[in-house]
């Protein structure tokens, strides 16, 4: 579409909207976009605001959450500074974060109309239920949450709305927000498999905003790595004594020190979705095959990475965890701590890990 008009009223040419789902690679992406922030705008793309906090705080003003405030006194209000931000820009605008996923059919339909006289894209990052449930289940813990998965199965949120399955149901999310976008315009980017190019997921990104992926350096490394199905039920019940912490205070300490750097030391036994659960999810999966290809969504990887039967081990159930391994992981957990309150007195040196 030719931009002229709409350019010299200063507003977008092109605005993608990058919703998620959580768990799909989102934190991969949105790690290549604003560590190349300044190379992005040289190539036309604004990612409005001053940082990834921000396009959370504006997914959750989208979404009217109540207690925004709380997170940051300048949150709330978010959604409308990036959109006014947007709107003095000339060329194309990227927002970002997996929690716009969770917007109703009407908060949806609104932000879509935030951008009058712009061409919205939709963009979404998808992988098999199965897989984006376990991660997601385990995500909530690193972030506090104490629900067990058969819990969040039985439709109890694991730790927020962010974490459920309205969040995590491919096809209910795309039937929310797909209302006023043309098909061509909503992109669908299934996650790489085992076996393919460790950059393919951002290869895609950067296809749809029109950019060239070499210009960009990739993460060598995996980001938000998981943890093993020992470690994520000893963090699961260690939440539950721990005290009410702010957003802040979750990630710093939670999520930050005791999930990504203590527990992600010990051995890891990748865990694995129980199998009542799977006739379900893989219905899920159909579901949302089947609308992709019926409205003629424009995809990016394989779609039938969605249905295919899953390869491999299946990964251990979480009510397979033993007494003795979570005492084992909670004394190494303990262990490491104390090593640590010890080296900040400067008496010894940090630990270096567990053997």
């Known amino acids: 579409m030719s931009p002229g008009p709409r350019e010299r009223r200063g507003g977008p040419r092109r605005v993608f909207l990058h919703i998620g ?7 991969y992406l949105q790690q290549v976009v604003w560590g190349n922030r300044d190379r992005l705008l040289a190539d036309g793309v604004l ?3 001053f940082g990834h906090r921000e396009h959370l705080w504006a997914a959750l003003d989208l979404q009217e959450r109540p207690r925004l405030a709380k997170r940051h006194p ?9 959109v006014d931000e947007a709107a003095a820009h000339p060329g194309d605008v990227l927002i970002t974060h997996e929690f716009l996923c969770g917007a ?6 609104r932000a879509v109309a935030d951008f009058p006289g712009a061409e919205v894209h939709l963009v979404v990052t998808a992988r098999d239920a199965a897989s984006v449930v376990s991660a997601g289940w385990q995500e909530s813990v690193k972030n506090g949450g104490t629900v067990g998965l058969d819990a969040v199965m039985a439709g109890r949120a694991a730790g927020g709305p962010e974490f459920s399955m309205r969040t995590w149901d491919l096809a209910g999310v795309l039937e929310r927000w797909t209302a006023e976008l043309p098909s061509e315009r909503v992109h669908v980017l299934v996650m790489p498999g085992a076996g393919q190019p460790r950059d393919l997921h951002w290869r895609h990104f950067a296809d749809v905003l029109g950019i060239d992926p070499d210009d960009y350096p990739a993460p060598a490394e995996a980001v938000n790595p998981a943890l093993g199905i020992v470690q994520i039920e000893t963090l ?5 004594h721990l005290p009410r912490y702010s957003a802040h205070e979750r990630g710093v300490w939670i999520r930050g020190y005791l999930a990504e750097d203590l527990l992600a030391r010990q051995p890891r036994e990748r865990g694995g979705m129980p199998a009542h659960h799977r006739a379900r999810f893989a219905e899920l999966d159909r579901a949302a095959a089947a609308l992709i290809a019926e409205r003629g969504f424009h995809v990016l990887g394989e779609l ?3 249905t295919a039967e899953p390869t491999g081990p299946p990964g251990r159930e979480p009510d397979t965890v033993t007494a003795e391994e979570l005492l084992e992981s909670a004394s190494r957990l303990v262990a490491d701590i104390v090593a640590d309150v010890r080296a900040s007195t400067g008496d010894v040196p940090p630990r270096r890990g567990n053997p």
Not at 74 to 82: C, E, F, K, S, V
Not at 104 to 109: F, I
Not at 236 to 240: A, I, P, Y
């Open 236 to 240: 699961r019940l260690v939440n539950e």
């Open 74 to 82: 300048d949150a709330p209000g978010t959604w409308r500074r990036l």
């Open 47 to 49: 990612l409005p605001g």
């Open 304 to 306: 039938s990475a969605l």
């Open 21 to 27: 789902l959580p768990k799909t690679g989102t934190t």
């Open 104 to 109: 109703s059919a009407e908060q949806a339909a």
